[in-house]
């Protein structure tokens, strides 16, 4: 069997499902300051369980908790640029003075496409290393030009910060992110940043299901309603900081078997909406305010949000995504769908019943056909991998979706790859 957590501002739902993903059982509490108790809370109402928990998903937004972000030091790898173009640029002040700790630009990177711009500058790296370190900052997140193509500069900057302050955390631009610098450096940065929520957060929920008696793999939901485990989570935070609505959508979908929609998520204090289109919410197409409100590209759905009891705004959202797709009902879920209870369990009815899933994405340049789909493999291979590391069952991943396309701007035989991979939990060790 296998437990769907979803821990909201108001209320916390548990959702039990069997082998075959049917619901055995459900529960819904009221959520406490904590989430350890609000936990604790549902698996009480839950009551005894009628036998062995498999793997526990759990559902729980970034602002479901007061967040102190850690101050990080943020190493970029590439050319000189314009200071109007370095890190922490663009952000918000508040955000700007909470996280932005020592910053610089060293030599070396590569092109978009891997080739190499210049060898990494290692004594301006270690001395960027000690800086942080006198500055008692020691969550570092490392950005490269070119390492989602070609991460070695990246690895090669993570071993001389490891060598220098054997404390960091590190963060690693080529793991998160999309290929374009400014917004991967930002999503890498707030990873680094959301580490001490992440640690916080998993560490609670084991608490809690350990005072239940529950031994089994934790997994969180990400952002796109995929699921990872609790070791993948604290590596990176920042593809699961709101989770919840696409979750609920995911699931108001299932109950439905709508496969396109627009689903109103109500909760407390907003609205949330978003659209479906088969069966997967709509991203954002362009980069958008993540975490701190700061500018990402992460193709996190794409949600309009609404506060609560703005009727002629949530009419007009929901009019203007009907738009998408015509025809198609409008789906509500939430904590308070109050003409549709049983929308309060689809996201932790769609946790129960998720499998992991990751996804990369890479420019790629092939002189002709035989060298790109020998890149395509590597691709295959690389978000196969990839799903296994994020949680999935070896025996079970299969890349979902694979898309190339040449690059307009870019000379001929260069391509964007995206490949998606999924897998079911790996059950068998435990968390």
């Not at 793991?175 to 707030?190: F, H, K, M, Q, Y």
């Not at 929920?205 to 995929?226: K, T």
């Not at 025996?395 to 690059?407: D, G, K, S």
Request: hydrophobic share 45%.
């Amino acid at each position: 069997m296998r437990l769907g957590i979803d821990v909201g501002r108001a209320t916390t739902v548990a959702v039990l499902t069997d082998a075959a993903g049917q619901v055995v059982g459900e529960a819904l509490a009221d959520s406490a300051p904590t989430t350890a108790v609000s936990l604790r809370r549902a698996l009480a109402r839950l009551g005894p369980l009628p036998g062995t928990i498999r793997a526990v998903a759990v559902v729980c937004d970034l602002a479901r908790r007061p967040l102190v972000p850690r101050r990080v030091a943020a190493l970029r790898i590439s050319p000189d640029h314009h200071p109007a173009l370095g890190p922490f640029v663009g952000w918000p002040e508040k955000s700007r003075t909470a996280v932005a700790g020592p910053y610089q630009t060293v030599a070396g990177g590569s092109s978009v496409t891997g080739q190499p711009l210049a060898a990494l500058d290692r004594t301006a790296t270690a001395g960027f290393a000690h800086r942080a370190r006198a500055a008692g900052v020691m969550a570092f997140a490392v950005c490269a030009a070119g390492a989602p193509t070609a991460p070695g500069p990246e690895l090669e900057a993570a071993g001389i910060i490891a060598e220098n302050v054997p404390d960091a955390t590190l963060s690693l631009s080529y793991e998160i992110g999309s290929p374009g610098l400014r917004e991967r450096e930002n999503a890498t940065v707030l990873n680094a940043a959301l580490g001490g929520w992440a640690d916080a957060l998993v560490q609670e929920c084991r608490q809690a299901l350990r005072s239940a008696g529950i031994d089994a793999p934790l997994l969180f939901a990400q952002d796109s309603g995929g699921l990872v485990s609790a070791d993948y989570f604290r590596r990176h935070p920042v593809i699961a900081i709101s989770p919840a609505t696409p979750c609920a959508a995911r699931g108001a979908v299932a109950r439905t078997g709508s496969e396109h929609a627009v689903v109103v998520d109500a909760g407390v204090g907003s609205v949330r909406c978003l659209t479906v289109v088969d069966g997967e919410p709509v991203r954002h197409e362009r980069p958008y305010p993540g975490a701190l409100g700061v500018r990402v590209q992460l193709g996190a759905p794409d949600v309009t949000e609404v506060a609560e009891g703005a009727a002629d705004e949530i009419h007009a959202a929901v009019a203007r995504l009907g738009e998408l797709v015509p025809g198609a009902p409008v789906l509500h879920t939430g904590g308070r769908a109050a003409d549709v209870p049983e929308g309060r369990f689809d996201a932790a009815r769609h946790a129960a019943r998720a499998d992991c899933r990751a996804e990369i994405e890479h420019i790629v340049s092939a002189a002709g056909r035989a060298e790109l789909d020998h890149l395509l493999d590597d691709a295959r291979g690389h978000a196969l991998s990839l799903a296994i590391a994020a949680g999935a069952a070896p025996a079970t991943v299969r890349v979902r979706t694979l898309t190339h396309a040449p690059v307009a701007y870019l000379p001929a035989g260069v391509h964007r790859v995206t490949v998606q991979a999924t897998g079911e939990p790996f059950t068998d060790v435990p968390s």
